[in-house]
């Protein structure tokens, strides 16, 4: 059974741009999950996406958003990159919403310069 | 709103040996999870232990065990015999009735041959 997999592993942007990243989850588990994990704040709830909708979102701005796929494939897109945006991005995949076991991905890299 | 705090940002432990990491939260829900994970340079987040709240018998695996202290809202890890493939990042997690885990800061283990 393949794991969650997220793409692309490394990326780098400049500042203003924007940036697409994916996560596919386990195949079967219909929730993925998005956190943000900088040296500074530590993991931080990005948004959560179950059955295409999504169903909780974190303290963000408006330039972080995402989108589910009927195949449960979930992306996340960052526009006008800024500095501090550069972080690794972890997607979650879990079986059902508030599922206790959650399922985790390699991570996607962004360094924004 | 749930806090999660790993006062040990650093912690090192002789192979074979055993080791605890400590790990205090806050909530004031009555049902909840706790968990460990560990993230080795891989990225990859890796659940190593979860306790049930409701359940006072600390959870197990192998080399890891927990002591769940709910009245002191405490959950450390121990790990025995520890060995150089523990080498990693390990979180501290809870997660409630909501969509989200709440992670602590992370306490790096050096394992030393």
């Known amino acids: 059974k393949a794991g969650v997999t997220q793409t692309p592993r490394y990326l780098i942007k400049t500042r203003g741009q924007q940036v697409t990243l994916s996560c596919s989850p386990i195949?079967?588990?219909?929730?993925v999950s998005w956190y943000q994990q900088t040296p500074g704040q530590g993991l931080q709830f990005l948004f959560e996406y179950f059955s295409e909708t999504q169903r909780n979102k974190g303290n963000f701005p408006g330039r972080f958003s995402g989108r589910q796929f009927s195949n449960s494939r979930s992306e996340m897109n960052v526009s006008t990159l800024e500095l501090g945006d550069s972080a690794l991005y972890l997607c979650a995949s879990s079986i059902l919403s508030g599922s206790t076991e959650a399922f985790f991905g390699q991570g996607t890299r962004l360094t924004v310069v | 709103a749930q806090t999660v705090t790993q006062s040990q940002p650093e912690m090192s432990v002789q192979e074979a040996e055993t080791v605890t990491l400590s790990c205090t939260y806050d909530t004031s829900e009555s049902d909840y999870y706790l968990f460990w994970y560990k993230q080795p340079p891989s990225r990859q987040m890796i659940l190593v232990i979860r306790?049930?709240?409701?359940?006072?018998q600390n959870a197990t695996e192998n080399r890891f065990s927990v002591n769940f202290q709910k009245a002191a809202k405490s959950f450390s890890l121990k790990i025995s015999d520890s060995q150089l493939g523990d080498a990693a990042m390990y979180f501290c997690?809870?997660?409630?009735?909501?969509?989200?885990?709440?992670f602590g800061t992370g306490t790096s283990l050096t394992v030393i041959p």
């Open positions: 306790q049930e709240a409701y359940k006072q």
């Open positions: 997690a809870y997660k409630g009735t909501g969509n989200q885990f709440y």
């Open positions: 195949s079967g588990h219909r929730s």
